[in-house]
């Protein structure tokens, strides 16, 4: 009898310990870009998922729920109100200057993405897409 409580309660704390390791989606900080959502799942697929800008009715059936779900490269994104395949999107390079500047009312991008050029989606106290500062190598 003790032997099969053990046993059960060994097999639910891996199972436990497994469903708390694996999350669906959450919101990054990389590097610069927190508009950027990255998928965090089993295995995470390198680059960003683009801005989610469908309205929520647009699409009602998730097609992925982990990037494993998805065939190669692509992620599995927010889309519409769901999750969709997408092609992966990759941050510029560069960091976001620091410059106090007036703040205005509404957010000019979203994510590199949405920005021309070279330049990147960057977060003062609005987001607007701004010249990046070159990193420094060491």
Partial sequence: ?????????????????????????????????SSHITTAA????????????????????????????????TKCCPRGATFDCLPAVKEKPGKCPTTAEKCE??????SDSDCSEDRKCCNLCDKRCLKPVPVKKL
């Fill in 42 to 73: 089993l295995i995470n697929r390198p680059g960003f998922c683009p801005s989610n800008d469908l309205p929520a009715s647009a699409i009602k059936d998730a097609k992925c729920t982990y990037d494993k779900d998805c065939i190669k490269p």
């Fill in 105 to 110: 009312e509404h957010s000019k991008c979203e």
């Fill in 1 to 33: 009898m003790k032997t099969s409580v053990i046993i059960l309660t060994f097999a639910f704390l891996l199972v436990w310990v497994d469903l708390d390791s694996v999350s669906a989606q959450q919101k990054g900080d990389n590097r610069g870009n």
